[in-house]
Structures are given as structure tokens and as C-alpha cells.
């Protein structure tokens, strides 16, 4: 490994630990030139599916666009970062689970929506309104009966007030 220091190609590795998950492999080095040290970290190279748009055009998985669509949907609302990121860990092993060199943006979507339905159903609701493009307010009110745990009340005409006048 070269020094990020000095440039020199002679390091060597005075310690080595694997994280609690035991998926990242931390090394301290030490260069011979210039006596200095740094860490590098070393974890498997994982290759998850290219997202093929809906115009065709593809693009590189993004794993912090998928991220920040959740918290887009989830802003203001009380779900926790954990959640979030335990969220995102489970899209990505399905995405990878599949196999797949290339994959719909459709299907991450579906894949956001079933993960949103868990953790709050009003985000549900946000990220569905815009994945689905809903065009009227059917649409709206049929995604919300879709999650709610009771029905939708009928929209109500506003009560005529009445309104009297009184004579000096």
C-alpha cells in the first residue's frame, strides 16, 4: 500500500481488527520511509444492479438518492435513522438477491413503497402520491384507503349557516 504521506510504496501493517459485523477489515500502516501512519479499511466489492429509468436511459445505483427519497417522504415525520438505514440495507439485499446486472426503477420504487408502508403510512402516502403520478383526487383518496385502518369518511358539503338579523 503507498504512503499517503510520502508516496513511498514501503508500508507495512502494524495492526489489523475486523468490525463487529465482521464485513470491514480496518488496518493500521505504518510507512518505512517516513515513519508515519494512516488506516485503510478493507470490505467486499459489491456490485448492485444498474437502474434502467423509465425513458431507457441507465444510470449507477445511488445508494444515498435511494436514502434521501426515504427521508424526503419521511420528513417531519417520527421515524428514527436506524429505521431508515435498516430500510435501505433491506432494498439492497433484495437487489442483490435478484441477481440482476440491471434493474426497472419501477421496481426499487415498488421495493421504497413496501419498505415506507412499514415505517409510516403517511410518508407511504408522499412518496406514493409522486411514484404513482397520481392525476386526481380518486387516485389519492384510493392509496390512502389502500393503508388506512379504517375508512375514509365521504367528503361533506359545508353546513349552511343561518343567519339572523335582529330589528332595532
Given at each position: 500500500?503507498?504512503?499517503?504521506?510520502?508516496?513511498?510504496?514501503?508500508?507495512?501493517?502494524?495492526?489489523?481488527?475486523?468490525?463487529?459485523?465482521?464485513?470491514?477489515?480496518?488496518?493500521?500502516?505504518?510507512?518505512?520511509?517516513?515513519?508515519?501512519?494512516?488506516?485503510?479499511?478493507?470490505?467486499?466489492?459489491?456490485?448492485?444492479?444498474?437502474?434502467?429509468?423509465?425513458?431507457?436511459?441507465?444510470?449507477?445505483?445511488?445508494?444515498?438518492?435511494?436514502?434521501?427519497?426515504?427521508?424526503?417522504?419521511?420528513?417531519?415525520?417520527?421515524?428514527?435513522?436506524?429505521?431508515?438505514?435498516?430500510?435501505?440495507?433491506?432494498?439492497?439485499?433484495?437487489?442483490?438477491?435478484?441477481?440482476?446486472?440491471?434493474?426497472?426503477?419501477?421496481?426499487?420504487?415498488?421495493?421504497?413503497?413496501?419498505?415506507?408502508?412499514?415505517?409510516?403510512?403517511?410518508?407511504?402516502?408522499?412518496?406514493?402520491?409522486?411514484?404513482?403520478?397520481?392525476?386526481?383526487?380518486?387516485?389519492?383518496s384510493d392509496a390512502v384507503r389502500e393503508v388506512s385502518s379504517k375508512p375514509l369518511k365521504a367528503a361533506r358539503a359545508p353546513k349552511a349557516t343561518r343567519r339572523t338579523t335582529k330589528n332595532p
Amino acid at each position: 500500500m503507498k504512503c499517503h504521506f510520502c508516496g513511498a510504496e514501503d508500508t507495512i501493517v502494524a495492526d489489523t481488527r475486523v468490525n463487529e459485523d465482521g464485513d470491514v477489515v480496518r488496518r493500521r500502516r505504518r510507512c518505512l520511509s517516513c515513519d508515519k501512519r494512516f488506516t485503510t479499511y478493507e470490505r467486499a466489492e459489491i456490485r448492485l444492479p444498474q437502474v434502467v429509468k423509465r425513458n431507457g436511459s441507465r444510470a449507477e445505483y445511488n445508494r444515498d438518492k435511494l436514502t434521501a427519497s426515504l427521508w424526503l417522504a419521511l420528513r417531519k415525520r417520527p421515524v428514527g435513522a436506524e429505521a431508515v438505514d435498516n430500510a435501505v440495507a433491506r432494498i439492497e439485499e433484495k437487489l442483490l438477491a435478484q441477481g440482476e446486472r440491471e434493474i426497472a426503477s419501477e421496481k426499487i420504487g415498488a421495493m421504497v413503497m413496501r419498505e415506507l408502508k412499514k415505517l409510516d403510512k403517511v410518508a407511504y402516502i408522499r412518496f406514493a402520491s409522486v411514484y404513482r403520478n397520481f392525476e386526481d383526487i380518486d387516485e389519492f383518496s384510493d392509496a390512502v384507503r389502500e393503508v388506512s385502518s379504517k375508512p375514509l369518511k365521504a367528503a361533506r358539503a359545508p353546513k349552511a349557516t343561518r343567519r339572523t338579523t335582529k330589528n332595532p
